[in-house]
């Protein structure tokens, strides 16, 4: 991992309840359900799992992009599995769930690029499970601008879409992407309702400077974004992308200082640090829940 730097130690699995990690993972297979946490090799996964707790992945488990430092199957996709929303309703009802995350694999072949299943997916998880706090972490959708609404509309309670590396490392880590198209769709999701959460994250130690991680930082919160995750990149295999850097707890305690300072209404950064990792704890920090309470 990374160019001969030496391993952290904070890099080893976390202690964590097996029994009840194994009972979490049966329970998602018996549903024929994917997870990010399993397909992106996640390193929080054994912790999450062993507190009944998963971010599911709908539109299947292949995607058609190939980022560098994303463990998930590239290639043809599935088709697309009308009962899936209902099976991850009825899993967030086993495992008692009042904070849902889902995702998904980018779905270019579809004219809706995915927006329609997670619609069905809100619906779902709202019908079976009252009161329950949706988080929908969603791809650039291509730019589908009516597609992003349909799912605004749909009543998620947050919309979250990983910026993931700084401008400059596009081109070489997510090729497919755009950096523009990012910022864009975090700003449209405001445009089509003003209250909803919006959430970003951001991986470093893939060659960025600060200087390119603040500008970063600005850019997000110019898009109107509420909640901002920042953790160190982790290389999944030798064919992935290198870890150029491991940033130490200071140096993610001064970009939380820094993000902060820009605005964000609640922000997250550490080496562990994920996008969905924690999730409803963070969103229970943000200004519109806590003025509710």
């Given at each position: 991992m990374g160019c001969g730097i030496e391993i952290p130690k904070w890099t080893k699995i976390k202690p964590f309840r097996r029994d009840e990690y194994v009972k979490t993972l049966h329970l998602i297979n018996r549903h024929d359900l994917n997870t990010v946490c399993i397909e992106a090799n996640c390193p929080n996964r054994y912790e999450c799992f062993s507190k009944s707790t998963a971010t599911f992945m709908i539109l299947g488990s292949v995607c058609t992009r190939n980022c560098r430092y994303c463990n998930i199957k590239s290639g043809k996709p599935e088709e697309v599995d009308a009962q899936e929303p209902g099976r991850i309703a009825e899993a967030v009802k086993k495992l008692k769930l009042d904070y849902a995350v889902i995702t998904c694999v980018t779905r270019d072949d579809l004219e809706d690029e995915g927006a329609g299943q997670f619609v069905k997916t809100v619906r779902e998880i709202k019908k079976k499970n009252q009161g329950c706090r949706v988080e929908l972490l969603i791809s650039d959708l291509n730019g589908n601008w009516a597609a992003l609404k349909e799912i605004v509309d749909s009543g998620p309670d947050v919309v979250n879409h990983n910026i993931e590396v700084v401008k400059e490392l596009f081109p070489e880590l997510?090729?497919?992407?755009?950096?523009?198209?990012?910022?864009e769709?975090?700003?449209?999701?405001?445009?089509?309702?003003?209250?909803?959460?919006?959430?970003?994250?951001?991986?470093?130690?893939?060659?960025?400077?600060?200087?390119?991680?603040?500008?970063?930082?600005?850019?997000?919160?110019?898009?109107?974004?509420?909640?901002?995750?920042?953790?160190?990149?982790?290389?999944?295999?030798?064919?992935h992308a290198e870890v150029k850097k491991f940033y130490e707890p200071k140096e993610f305690d001064g970009l939380k200082t820094k993000a902060e300072s820009l605005g964000f209404e609640h922000v997250e950064a550490g080496p562990w640090v994920r996008s969905s990792y924690g999730a409803g704890g963070i969103f229970s920090k943000t200004k519109a829940v806590t003025k509710n309470k």
């Open positions: 997510r090729p497919k992407g755009s950096y523009e198209r990012s910022i769709l975090l700003k449209k999701v405001k445009e089509f309702n003003p209250r909803m959460k919006t959430k970003s994250g951001l991986i470093v130690g893939l060659g960025e400077t600060r200087q390119q991680i603040i500008r970063t930082l600005k850019d997000l919160r110019k898009s109107g974004c509420d909640i901002l995750t920042v953790g160190q990149y982790l290389q999944p295999s030798q064919n």
